[in-house]
């Protein structure tokens, strides 16, 4: 039999680590759609800075079939759309931060819970979660991977009533 070690270290079969992977791939919407937010803020904030150092130009108005005259105006609208973007993609993040923090409020067990819910949710650190709950690193990590299970049945048990 083929082992497959997933990132805590357990071995198991190819389709368990796939099972794993897409329980964890579901919990990691909220930290994805963070990170894509946070990365368009940056963004704003650099177009900003290019803004204030553009010097508008007065000048007659001009026909010409050339290319844009008006660098301003142009950083202004990518500035625009980009807010536009930010916009959609915190929608995004709260209607995933809703689904998951629904299905992890579905694992009756506490302790998975709480782990659940500080690393996906909280984005604490292994460290910081086996603080907090008084436990090795380990016992964290071995107690994450009964939790992706957990939330395994639960995702599989909403599917099939979906299909019903």
């Given at each position: 039999?083929?082992?497959?070690a997933?990132?805590?270290?357990r ?5 368990e ?40 130009t ?28 930010i ?38 650190t ?39």
């Amino acid at each position: 039999m083929i082992f497959v070690a997933t990132a805590n270290g357990r071995k198991v079969k190819p389709m368990e680590a796939e099972k794993d992977n897409s329980a964890k791939r579901y919990l990691q919407q909220i930290r994805l759609c963070n990170s894509r937010i946070n990365a368009k803020l940056e963004e704003r904030e650099r177009l900003k800075a290019i803004v204030t150092k553009i010097t508008p130009t007065l000048k007659q108005d001009v026909v010409s079939g050339g290319g844009s005259q008006d660098k301003l105006s142009d950083a202004v609208a990518k500035i625009v759309d980009l807010e536009a973007e930010i916009d959609r993609e915190i929608d995004r993040l709260v209607d995933a931060r809703t689904a998951v923090t629904a299905t992890i409020d579905r694992v009756e067990d506490a302790r998975l819970h709480t782990v659940l819910n500080m690393r996906y949710v909280q984005f604490k650190t292994w460290e910081q979660i086996a603080c907090y709950m008084g436990r090795s690193y380990q016992w964290v990590c071995k107690l994450h991977g009964t939790a992706l299970q957990a939330v395994e049945k639960i995702i599989k048990i909403s599917e099939e009533n979906d299909i019903s």
